[in-house]
């Protein structure tokens, strides 16, 4: 599993959610890791500024392509 996944799917969350706090990436990025841990997938290494920041740049790319 690729990190630029991982933040792809935490950002769809944090639309579907409408909450962009680091504390809600930092909670859904875990569990989310765990998950993919549980069903036996390779979860690469991640920091949590690094995990913030690909979160945000994915959200800011979902949001380009939502308005016309």
């Known amino acids: 599993m690729r990190t630029q996944q991982i933040h792809k799917a ?9 909450s962009d706090s680091r504390k809600y990436i930092l909670s859904a990025y ?3 890791c765990i998950a ?6 390779d979860v690469p290494l991640w920091t949590e500024g690094g995990a913030i920041k690909g979160v945000h740049r994915e959200i800011e790319k979902l949001r380009k392509n939502l308005v016309p």
Not at 10 to 18: Q, R
Not at 36 to 41: E, M, S, T
């Open 10 to 18: 935490v950002a769809k969350e944090c639309l579907a959610i409408g």
């Open 30 to 32: 875990t569990a989310y």
């Open 36 to 41: 993919l841990k549980h069903d036996g997938k």
